[in-house]
């Protein structure tokens, strides 16, 4: 019975090629919930500085995300009103993070320096624009479309997930008499009171992560 | 100047992505609009199927678009991302529009993300109303259309259209059909259905989600949910199916953020046959699965699968592994029968658990989303390479290059004994991995009958066909006084042996094929690299046997010819595609066989023509051996000609999820299949066996309704 040896030794080399064929990698989606802590992350910001969540436990902190190419992006951009809410809340103390995951040669990949001429150019101020090419920070809080809007509270937790209004289209022109979300739950949350609307569809382009 | 600079960026900006920002592909005010305009990877059209409209009556209108391969626009609930057509209508006073009607999508996967949308084309049905005081007349139906195409990029795009009929003051009937009224017949199909009354659709939530119920009457392989409501599924994940005797169960993921569950789960449920149905599942009990009321299916599919693993004993891939196991037994049968049995019951577990592991990793990839079937290891080229590999090696060993253990002829009392029960396990489990492109006639319809079961149903048939496979040798080793009947051992077994090096070395040809017709000349030469470096391999073990040197350098060799071979398949070769592959096939025989898609099969049955589909795979031997004794024979080509039969090939080598749709539709999980579908698009398909001959082919052709034949003779 010559072969059982060599059978054997061949055959279990099959056995763990059939196994390692079928072997395909599955994906975990852990979605922050509304009212659970928001998660920390680190990253490196346009301007060269690395910025975390956690150091600005005591403010309230706006995460947008952005891809400069879609054209939902930048319904809010050419109409200055992205801008102006910047400007407005980040008066007011709050923090606010431009978020960009658009993979490296994916539509919205910006090197820092392209980046911070066109916040130049926009008059964008954000307090930091998170420059995200591997997507850990949009995996991190399961960011679906640009723009998209998270708010998190001075004690780390979410209290807004969603849309920047509820006008889900790409033209300037429903931006007037839009009711915007993230003023919305900004100030019923320094009045105290709880957020009406916490949780909605956020529309846009797919944000762009590497396959 | 600021503003200045800001408008100025604007513009470059606009100009800078190619003018595709928005994209307006209506003609401007001042001149006529046009019923179609083309934007960017787009047609759209307005389509009226009967050109006529009456007072006092409705006539149908549908927005239909063509869209460029990849590009795709959105149901009315987009998914993750997007955002559905839109259409605001201008009409003469006393016609009224209703609302845009959505036919069922399909799931598009984005990275992480899910939207539901639709590819290729897609028409919008919508029914206008003409009130008794309209004036007759020209009536002038104006539409401004707005709508966001995307493929991995997105762009918003307008349109407005107009349509131009004239209001007669008598109504008239429509007399000629235009190209209008086949566009919207072929399509009209893709909307959803009403429940039917006699359907029972209930919802049940779990901690994570809900168990959505569809009762029919009868069973369904798979469903598909798609909710009409945002934010109340996590989109992206894989909704397993559980059928029902009377319907089918799916477990779908809830949105994390949602709170409170709904009143009711609307949407569109899609069976596994392509049929969508608009439900709105209220709470109630989910029924259990209940694999003991078809017990005698169960009991018949069994059977079968054991009769099947029987029959596989004899199939070219797998009888020179059981050929081996004979000679071994031929060559040992003095020895004591404990051990004999022993073996044999070795050689049997090694075949069930690496039945049970093949079927477990297709169950888990399932239950993971995959859309896979029975031999979709094969689908792999780096398990088809490697494993041409081994029986390469292997045939090297047969013929006599080298041996590793023991010779044949040196047989002796303690052989057992040192060969330990580690060999018969894995000759069980190479007999498995080799039997599994030969799905023997017999087991197409019980392999898809295991796979659409629960999984205790699908191991039990499973563990059916191992234990047929098994049978034979086993039967052997338990029965010693049979082993009698064997011719005594000898030189011949020598000889017998390297003689069986030659079906090895054929099937190694095959494998080499199926790599080629896939992946191209390149793959070819990587495998034949392979080859070469096992060779040398082989020569150094038959050279310097059992020494330590020798075989180390062996192990470097063979690790480094597999590690060329992964890397090489993986870095360099790219799935040849269909189209070439159908190409030459259609050169090679008199008929034009063009590959298979849903919509082909639509087209060709809207024309009017019957539809043949040939579900098949280069690895799948009984599908090539069906394609040459059958499909391709003049007899048949000529049937197939005479009753103007539409040929299509759905070439399932490359793993590929519409065609595992397909097939679950059909209640099968592998190729061979093949479907014959009438001309009336309310007909199911008829399936032809798994083992075809020119008589079954034309015989099913001439039970084709005479009604299709006659009205292709017409001009």
Redesign the interface.
């Known amino acids: 019975m010559v072969h059982n040896s060599h059978l054997s030794t061949l055959s279990s080399w099959t056995a763990a090629l059939l196994l390692s064929a079928a072997g395909l990698s599955l994906l975990a989606s852990a979605q922050v919930k509304v009212g659970a802590p928001a998660p920390d992350f680190q990253a490196t910001a346009s301007n060269g500085k690395t910025e975390s969540l956690d150091q600005f436990k005591g403010k309230y902190v706006v995460l947008e995300w952005h891809n400069q190419g879609c054209p939902y992006t930048r319904k809010h951009y050419t109409s200055g009103n992205m801008q102006a809410l910047q400007k407005e809340w980040t008066a007011k103390g709050v923090v606010w993070f431009t978020v960009i995951s658009s993979a490296p040669g994916e539509q919205g990949y910006v090197t820092a320096s392209q980046e911070n001429s066109y916040l130049n150019q926009m008059h964008a101020d954000p307090t930091a624009a998170l420059l995200d090419f591997q997507g850990k920070i949009g995996h991190l809080y399961s960011a679906k479309t640009t723009p998209q809007m998270i708010v998190i509270d001075p004690a780390g937790k979410v209290i807004y997930d969603g849309a920047i209004d509820n006008r889900p289209t790409s033209d300037v022109e429903d931006i007037k008499g839009a009711k915007n979300y993230v003023n919305e739950a900004l100030t019923e949350a320094m009045a105290g009171k709880p957020v009406t609307t916490s949780y909605t569809r956020p529309y846009g382009c797919s944000v762009k992560y590497a396959d | 100047m600021?503003v200045m600079?800001?408008f100025r960026?604007?513009v470059a900006?606009i100009f800078a992505?190619a003018g595709s920002?928005?994209a307006f592909a209506a003609t401007s005010s001042t001149s006529k609009l046009s019923s179609s305009a083309d934007a960017a990877h787009v047609h759209v059209q307005l389509v009226m199927p009967q050109s006529i409209l009456n007072r006092g009556e409705s006539a149908d209108i549908g927005l239909y678009f063509k869209l460029e391969p990849g590009w795709h626009v959105y149901w009315k609930n987009a998914g993750?991302?997007?955002?559905p057509p839109r259409i605001r209508w201008t009409l003469p006073d006393g016609i009224t529009a209703g609302e845009i009607q959505f036919p069922a999508p399909k799931r598009l996967p984005?990275?992480?993300?899910m939207?539901f949308g639709y590819e290729d084309e897609v028409l919008f049905p919508m029914t206008l109303t003409v009130a008794n005081t309209v004036k007759p007349g020209p009536a002038v139906l104006d539409a401004k259309v707005?709508w966001?195409v995307?493929r991995?990029?997105?762009?918003?795009e307008k349109a407005e259209l107009a349509l131009t009929e004239s209001i007669p003051v008598q109504p008239i009937r429509p007399t000629a059909s235009g190209a209008d009224e086949d566009l919207y017949k072929r399509l009209l199909s893709r909307l959803p259905e009403p429940t039917p009354a006699n359907a029972k659709v209930v919802f049940q939530p779990t901690a994570d989600g809900f168990r959505l119920a569809w009762q029919g009457g009868q069973r369904e392989a798979s469903a598909q949910f798609f909710p009409a409501e945002?934010?109340i599924l996590?989109n992206?994940?894989p909704q397993a199916a559980t059928p029902l005797a009377n319907g089918v169960v799916l477990d779908l993921k809830k949105?994390?953020?949602l709170s409170a569950a709904p009143a009711q789960l609307k949407g569109i449920l899609e069976l596994a046959d392509g049929h969508a149905y608009e439900i709105a599942a209220v709470p109630g009990t989910i029924p259990a699965a209940a694999p003991g009321a078809n017990a005698s299916g169960l009991v018949k599919a069994a059977g079968l699968a054991f009769l099947g693993g029987i029959i596989l004993n004899l199939m070219p891939c797998v009888f020179p592994?059981l050929f081996?196991k004979g000679?071994?037994l031929v060559?040992?049968h003095r020895q004591e029968r404990a051990h004999q049995r022993t073996h044999g019951l070795v050689y049997t577990a090694g075949i069930v658990v690496?039945f049970w592991?093949?079927v477990g990793?297709?169950l888990a990839?399932r239950a993971?989303g995959?859309t896979l079937g029975w031999g979709?290891?094969f689908q792999?080229p780096?398990?088809v390479a490697?494993?041409a590999g081994?029986l390469f090696?292997?045939g090297l060993?047969?013929a006599g290059q080298f041996?590793?253990?023991?010779?044949?002829t040196s047989a002796g009392g303690s052989?057992?004994q040192k060969?330990?029960y580690?060999?018969?396990?894995?000759?069980g489990?190479?007999a498995v991995?080799v039997a599994t492109p030969c799905t023997a006639p017999f087991m197409g319809a019980a392999v898809g009958y295991a796979l659409a079961q629960s999984a205790v149903v699908t191991f039990a048939i499973f563990t059916a066909l191992a234990l047929g496979l098994a049978a034979p040798y086993l039967l052997l080793t338990l029965q010693p006084a049979w082993t009698r009947l064997l011719p005594k051992p000898g030189a011949w077994m020598e000889i017998l042996?390297q003689a069986t090096a030659v079906p090895i070395f054929g099937f190694v040809i095959w494998l080499t094929w199926v790599l080629a017709s896939t992946r191209g000349a390149f793959a070819v030469l990587v495998l034949l690299s392979l080859f070469l470096l096992l060779a040398i391999a082989g020569w150094i073990l038959g050279r310097w046997p059992a020494k330590r040197v020798p075989s180390f350098a062996v192990g470097v060799v063979i690790v480094t010819a597999i590690g060329i071979c992964i890397y090489g398949l993986q870095k360099f070769t790219a799935p040849v595609s269909t189209e070439e592959n159908s190409t030459a096939s259609a050169t090679n025989s008199g008929a034009q066989w063009e590959p298979w898609s849903q919509a082909a099969v639509d087209k060709y049955r809207a024309a009017g023509r019957p539809v043949f589909v040939d579900f098949t795979a280069s690895w799948c031997l009984s599908c090539q051996v069906n394609e040459r004794v059958a499909l391709r024979t003049p007899q048949v080509e000529a049937a197939f000609k005479k009753a103007n039969v539409a040929l299509l090939k759905a070439d399932w080598t490359e793993r590929d999820d519409a065609i595992a749709q397909a097939l679950a539709g059909f209640g099968r999980s592998g190729v061979p299949a093949y479907a014959l579908y009438t001309s009336n698009s309310s007909d199911g398909p008829t399936l032809l066996p798994e083992a075809l001959t020119p008589g079954i082919v034309v015989d099913a052709l001439n039970k084709l309704p005479a009604a299709t034949a006659a009205s292709t003779a017409t001009p």
């Open positions: 600021s600079r800001i960026c604007i900006a992505l920002s928005v993750d991302s997007g955002e984005l990275g992480p993300l939207d707005s966001l995307c991995e990029v997105c762009i918003p945002q934010n996590n992206p994940a949105d994390p953020n592994v081996l000679l071994s060559n040992s690496s592991l093949l990793a297709l990839l993971a995959a979709f290891q792999s780096i398990f490697l494993m081994l090696f292997l060993s047969l041996e590793i253990g023991l010779t044949l052989l057992a060969q330990g580690a060999g018969s396990f894995f000759t489990v190479l991995v042996k």
